[in-house]
């Protein structure tokens, strides 16, 4: 059997999967994310333990070059000119795919997932900090240099809360997991959608915050990319459907025009936490 091995590098930890050309999981690791220096080594790592392959894809968040090096990396904090493809392309002869994280997580929604068909969709991952990726005119879209979808740090509050990227008022800040750690004075997100199912009120007040402020993102990203779906995945989505009624609203109420245009479905991700290390796995090995 064919079979493909993607690894997602999240800013907390590293999922490592192999798949069939379908995407489906045959196998799959996860580490925790390690320093920079270790970085590359874990990811051999964890090739190895999957079993190897002609071909490795790798999704990091932050700037990628097409050869495959993190130029900057906000959420991992020392990540500026690591050569991961040309190190890994080095040590096992192969062929290494690296592109941005949330750019794989969409080529894995629109090709298997919650955006198949669609031949404009963005996806947006909520996780540490938030990635995008975009599909446009049936084309995954990268920009003139590879670094196109960083929609976390669309600034949305003109000095506001001061972003791991140096600069303040990022979306990132107010609609990512981290976001709601800060709006909640400390809690997970996980500890947030929990107290807000039992009716507390400090929790019922966070989440309609960060519903707001999800939904002023979205709303940008519709006025720039006029999709047909806006996907929504990462480390946050797991929790994200008792929002999503709430989002919706917020959305269209921050939406220009939304009484006479079309507006996207907004769709939780279907492959959740996994769509970046299939994205990665499946693009890797069509390549």
Same mark, same amino acid.
Request: aromatic fraction near 6%; proline fraction near 3%.
């Given at each position: 059997?064919?079979?493909?091995?993607?690894?997602?590098v999240?800013?907390?930890?590293?999922?490592?999967?192999?798949?069939?050309?379908?995407?489906?999981?045959?196998?799959?690791?996860?580490?925790p994310?390690?320093?920079v220096?270790?970085?590359i080594?874990?990811?051999?790592?964890?090739?190895?333990?999957?079993?190897?392959s002609?071909?490795?894809?790798?999704?990091?968040p932050?700037?990628?070059?097409? /050869? %495959? #090096?993190?130029?900057?990396?906000?959420n991992?904090?020392g990540?500026?000119?690591?050569?991961? &493809?040309? =190190? !890994? *392309?080095?040590?096992?002869?192969?062929?290494?795919?690296?592109?941005?994280?949330a750019?794989m997580?969409?080529?894995?929604e629109?090709?298997?997932?919650?955006?198949?068909?669609?031949?404009?969709?963005?996806?947006?991952?909520?996780?540490?900090?938030?990635?995008?990726?975009?599909?446009?005119?049936?084309?995954?879209?990268?920009?003139?240099?590879?670094?196109?979808?960083e929609?976390?740090?669309?600034?949305?509050?003109? /000095? %506001? #809360?001061?972003?791991?990227?140096?600069?303040?008022?990022?979306?990132e800040?107010?609609?990512s &997991?981290s =976001? !709601? *750690?800060?709006?909640?004075?400390?809690?997970s997100?996980?500890?947030?959608?929990?107290?807000?199912?039992?009716?507390?009120a400090?929790?019922?007040?966070?989440?309609?915050?960060?519903?707001?402020?999800?939904?002023v993102?979205?709303?940008?990203?519709t006025?720039?990319?006029?999709?047909?779906?806006?996907?929504i995945g990462?480390?946050?989505v797991?929790?994200?459907?008792?929002?999503?009624?709430?989002v919706?609203?917020?959305?269209?109420?921050a939406?220009?025009?939304?009484?006479?245009?079309?507006?996207?479905?907004l769709?939780?991700?279907?492959?959740g936490e996994?769509?970046?290390?299939?994205?990665?796995?499946?693009?890797a090995?069509?390549a």
């Amino acid at each position: 059997m064919v079979s493909h091995i993607g690894i997602d590098v999240g800013g907390t930890k590293c999922h490592g999967v192999r798949v069939d050309q379908n995407g489906v999981i045959l196998e799959e690791v996860r580490y925790p994310t390690p320093p920079v220096a270790e970085l590359i080594s874990l990811l051999g790592s964890m090739f190895e333990e999957l079993g190897a392959s002609s071909t490795l894809g790798i999704g990091v968040p932050g700037l990628i070059t097409a /050869d %495959g #090096i993190v130029k900057a990396s906000p959420n991992m904090p020392g990540a500026y000119n690591v050569p991961v &493809g040309p =190190a !890994l *392309r080095e040590q096992f002869g192969i062929s290494v795919h690296v592109e941005n994280d949330a750019t794989m997580a969409a080529y894995a929604e629109w090709q298997v997932g919650a955006a198949r068909g669609a031949r404009n969709a963005v996806m947006v991952t909520l996780g540490t900090g938030i990635g995008g990726g975009i599909v446009m005119g049936g084309e995954l879209h990268r920009g003139a240099n590879g670094f196109a979808g960083e929609i976390g740090h669309m600034v949305v509050q003109r /000095d %506001g #809360i001061d972003c791991v990227c140096g600069r303040r008022g990022c979306w990132e800040r107010y609609a990512s &997991g981290s =976001a !709601l *750690r800060t709006l909640s004075g400390g809690m997970s997100g996980e500890e947030v959608f929990a107290a807000a199912a039992t009716g507390d009120a400090h929790a019922l007040s966070v989440v309609h915050e960060f519903a707001d402020w999800v939904a002023v993102g979205l709303a940008s990203l519709t006025n720039i990319c006029d999709p047909e779906v806006i996907v929504i995945g990462g480390g946050v989505v797991q929790s994200f459907a008792t929002v999503m009624d709430e989002v919706q609203t917020s959305f269209v109420a921050a939406l220009y025009s939304a009484e006479w245009r079309a507006h996207p479905r907004l769709a939780v991700a279907d492959l959740g936490e996994r769509a970046g290390a299939i994205g990665s796995a499946l693009i890797a090995g069509r390549a």
